[in-house]
């Protein structure tokens, strides 16, 4: 009830935010505004599962007196950290720069709030809209280290969270395809994944020609890029979901390095 369980979005937010921070490290560098920007940022992230909890809104609910008691307490802490930090942020002449971020983040959860009402349908765009939020960290962690919210933060989120929503897309097909054995029943089930890896191919190459990304973006791509291509070639195993999530983190870990060696070259 207090402790985050989705360890996929857990590397939506803390890749972004390496890769951010590293970045930034080849500038000037305000490593106490960094660290006051973590802190909010796992503060309110971490909050989420206590409020669902309390307000009944997942599957582990909060019953008991003791349990909303615990609930509440916890509420209140993340709470009172998240704010403390950004004031200091705020007063530390950061507040227009996370304004922005922020409101472009809270649309994205209001948008993801109103797909999820379209039910099953909506789920993979739902959470590939909510992935706008949770990469804004590499955004974010750049502009706090800098002072700066330039063309570089933005190219960091947006790489960010062209891998992500490619990860949803990967995962969802994984599991609707499970079952699948041969090369032609995969195809059927995930043509439109192909052809979302195509488009991610053209884009991060013009988006290179043009330099809205650096050259080498593309290469921090090769390996999830890879791995998609290898699923359609290679023999159908059982589903483990486990074993998925936590190679989908290796995936991000990997990412996050190959990018951060991209922006800094």
């Not at 920007?37 to 307000?55: D, G, Y």
């Not at 502009?143 to 960091?156: D, K």
Request: proline share 3%; hydrophobic share 60%; glycine share 8%.
């Amino acid at each position: 009830m207090i402790v985050p369980r989705e360890h996929g979005a857990w590397g939506m937010l803390l890749v972004p935010l390496a890769t951010g921070a590293i970045v930034a490290a080849r500038s000037a560098f305000n490593g106490i505004a960094l660290l006051l920007f973590i802190v909010a940022t796992l503060s309110l992230f971490w909050l989420r599962t206590p409020v669902e909890a309390w307000f009944g809104l997942s599957p582990i609910k909060a019953q008991s007196r003791e349990e909303r008691r615990l609930v509440m307490q916890a509420i209140v802490v993340f709470c009172v950290i998240a704010l403390a930090s950004l004031v200091l942020l705020f007063a530390d002449a950061y507040a227009r720069g996370l304004l922005i971020i922020g409101a472009v983040s809270g649309i994205a959860f209001g948008v993801q709030a109103l797909v999820k009402k379209l039910g099953r349908a909506g789920r993979m765009p739902a959470q590939i809209i909510g992935a706008i939020g949770l990469t804004s960290t590499a955004a974010g962690a750049y502009y706090v280290a800098t002072g700066r919210l330039n063309s570089t933060a933005v190219a960091l989120w947006a790489a960010n969270w062209l891998f992500a929503a490619d990860q949803i897309h990967f995962v969802q097909i994984r599991i609707r395809g499970s079952k699948l054995t041969s090369a032609n029943e995969k195809f059927a089930r995930g043509k439109w994944f192909i052809y979302a890896q195509i488009a991610l191919i053209v884009f991060l190459t013009a988006a290179s020609v043009y330099h809205a990304l650096p050259l080498w973006t593309l290469a921090a791509f090769v390996p999830v890029l890879w791995r998609g291509l290898a699923w359609f070639l290679r023999p159908t195993q059982p589903l483990d979901v486990h074993k998925l999530g936590f190679s989908e983190l290796a995936q991000a870990i990997v990412f996050g390095v190959l990018l951060s060696a991209a922006f800094l070259v």
